[in-house]
């Protein structure tokens, strides 16, 4: 079965914190492909990054950065100095040859709110 | 615009009405996807259009649900006889194509309430 866990339902930090958004997965495929979006309150879904499961290699792109663990199914993003514009749902999603490398299977998403 | 393009994105209407929701594509993208968001919660699946191949309908949640798409081009979602579970955020998106996991791009959504 194919299935992605966001166990934190709401996150609220200060400016400038560093917060972490966990995404657990499940698969029992080799090849799969893990997906972060972001949905601001304006509704739409913004594509932030696509790892394959080869490349375990951190990412790190601005502020943000990504850690992707095999051995713990885990592929977690973290936001340093968090800015009030980071405000919105995060999701965390997977595609497997299992599903058919053409559904993605979301997370129920985080709520990060920055306040100032 | 260049992004993928929905209407409307406000619908509301009667318990048992049809509704048709509509979906524009980036150009060049072969592959379409439409998704349901509930309130508060992630996205499910509905169904996916490859080129000419067969539709994956394996999503949609009952008969009542269908889409068409043509060609490469816009693709409408149809809801029959409409129920009050059927109150959500409707989302498209499209991507290059299929098989090397290009990124879905998506569209802000129809939201669709009924009364």
């Known amino acids: 079965a194919q299935k992605v866990t966001q166990a934190q339902t709401e996150i609220s930090v200060v400016e400038k914190e560093d917060v972490t958004l966990d995404c657990v997965y499940e698969t029992r495929d080799t090849t799969y492909y893990l997906f972060w979006y972001k949905q601001p309150p304006s509704g739409e879904l913004v594509f932030l990054i696509r790892r394959n499961s080869f490349d375990e290699q951190n990412e790190i792109s601005g502020r943000y950065s990504w850690n992707f663990q095999k051995s713990t199914s885990s592929f977690n993003f973290t936001i340093t100095a968090s800015q009030v514009v980071d405000s919105a749902v995060y999701f965390c999603?997977?595609?497997?040859?299992?599903?058919?490398?053409?559904?993605?299977?979301f997370g129920a998403g985080t709520r990060l709110a920055v306040h100032p | 615009g260049a992004g993928v393009s929905q209407s409307p994105s406000n619908k509301v209407t009667e318990k048992g009405k049809d509704v048709e929701l509509r979906c524009d594509p980036i150009?060049?993208?072969?592959?379409l996807y439409w998704y349901r968001q509930r309130l508060g919660q992630g996205l499910e699946f509905l169904i996916y259009f490859q080129g000419n191949s067969a539709p994956d309908k394996s999503g949609l949640p009952s008969d009542r649900f269908s889409a068409e798409r043509t060609g490469e081009s816009v693709s409408t979602l149809t809801i029959q006889r409409t129920q009050q579970e059927d109150s959500a955020v409707y989302l498209c998106?499209?991507?290059?194509?299929?098989?090397?996991?290009?990124?879905?791009?998506f569209g802000d959504g129809t939201r669709l309430s009924i009364l």
């Open positions: 150009s060049g993208h072969t592959a």
């Open positions: 999603a997977l595609v497997s040859i299992s599903g058919g490398y053409n559904k993605l299977i």
């Open positions: 998106a499209s991507s290059l194509g299929w098989g090397d996991n290009q990124p879905q791009h």
